[in-house]
């Protein structure tokens, strides 16, 4: 593989990677939920001053727990 089809490879996951996240946060949003990144790459979910961090597969998991 050259080196510019990995970074096309690497691109389109990447931007799979920001649809995700995008739409899980309106998903959240919808449901009066904050999300957000942290530095190291996790999330942190919000609502009525409680958190919880998270992976970005165990927040889409989060999301349909609580119906978003």
């Known amino acids: 593989m050259s080196s510019t089809t ?3 490879a690497l691109t389109k996951h990447d931007d799979a990677v920001r ?10 949003a919808l449901k009066g939920f904050e999300l957000h990144r942290t530095p190291i790459g996790m999330f942190i979910v919000c609502k009525w001053g409680l958190t919880r961090e998270l992976r970005l597969d165990e927040v889409e998991t989060f999301a349909r727990r609580v119906g978003a």
């Open 19 to 28: 649809k995700r996240i995008a739409t899980v946060e309106a998903q959240l």
């Open 6 to 8: 990995a970074e096309q």
